[in-house]
């Protein structure tokens, strides 16, 4: 509960969510149809002993989603990353998914995707990627649904000044070998990768036609679809590298 000495600090960082603030060692947010889920699968988690991921704490008496904060820092922006981190980011998801393949909360498909496990959406310590936070997208899906869009933020980029696309291909390889992909599903990475390019595209362009739903300025929405389908265009563009790189 927060006390009178609490002081209520915003946290910018996140893309989606207005209103998140931590208060001490917790981080309140607004309630959303999610939520519930939410509860659910961060409290198996922790009955799981997955410790990369916050602890649900229940309801503030401001009617927030209370969660434990984890200690580190989240990067404001996508950048190009170490080897070691581009691993040690693909250890983490493959904890993280196969700690929800008996989570009972999988509706029939694999595991639970945590759906934006971006750089923005990772907590690092000393360096390194230690575990997620915003699981409000967090659903039943595929792995691949999570490799393609991590493989696309951690390590490929549309900007002139990126390393060239041979090297973004070698460090997609290094993610895939680190979580521990089979050879037929490395064959499927590319796919996902721009299949999550065109719905991150898709999704911000119904925010932009339902303004009771932004999560952004009008300014902000467009360049967030213009950047998607760069990056979209730039992978489609290099197919043939990241692919031969992955075999």
């Known amino acids: 509960m927060t006390g009178t000495t609490d002081t209520e600090v915003p946290l910018t960082g996140g893309r989606i969510t207005p209103g998140v603030v931590r208060v001490g060692h917790t981080v309140r947010r607004p309630t959303t149809g999610s939520s519930a889920f939410v509860a659910e699968l961060l409290t198996q988690l922790q009955q799981l002993q997955f410790s990369g991921a916050p602890r649900y704490l229940g309801i503030d008496e401001a ?7 984890l200690p580190g820092w989240v990067p404001t922006k996508f950048q190009r990353w170490a080897d070691s981190q581009v691993a040690a980011a693909g ?3 493959r904890s993280l998914h196969e700690a929800t393949r008996d989570s009972g909360l999988t509706a029939g498909h694999p595991v639970i995707c945590h759906h934006d496990p971006g750089p923005n959406n990772t907590v ?5 990627p230690v575990g997620f936070i915003d699981f409000d997208t967090a659903a039943p899906g595929d792995p691949l649904e999570d490799l393609g869009y991590m493989a696309w933020t951690w390590c490929v980029s549309s900007k002139t000044n990126a390393p060239p696309a041979p090297a973004q291909a070698a460090q997609v390889r290094i993610l895939t070998d680190a979580y521990g992909l089979t050879a037929t599903d490395r064959a499927q990475v590319v796919d ?11 999704w911000w362009t119904e925010r932009l036609s339902d303004p009771s739903h932004r ?12 950047w998607s389908e760069r990056e979209h265009a730039y992978t489609i563009t290099n197919r043939a590298t990241f692919e031969a790189a992955l075999r």
């Open 192 to 202: 996902a990768m721009v299949d999550r390019q065109s719905r991150n595209a898709h």
């Open 215 to 226: 999560a952004a300025s009008a300014e902000q929405i467009v360049s967030r679809i213009a």
């Open 91 to 93: 250890t983490l998801l």
């Open 124 to 128: 690092f310590q000393d360096s390194q």
């Open 63 to 69: 009617g927030r989603d209370t969660f434990s904060y």
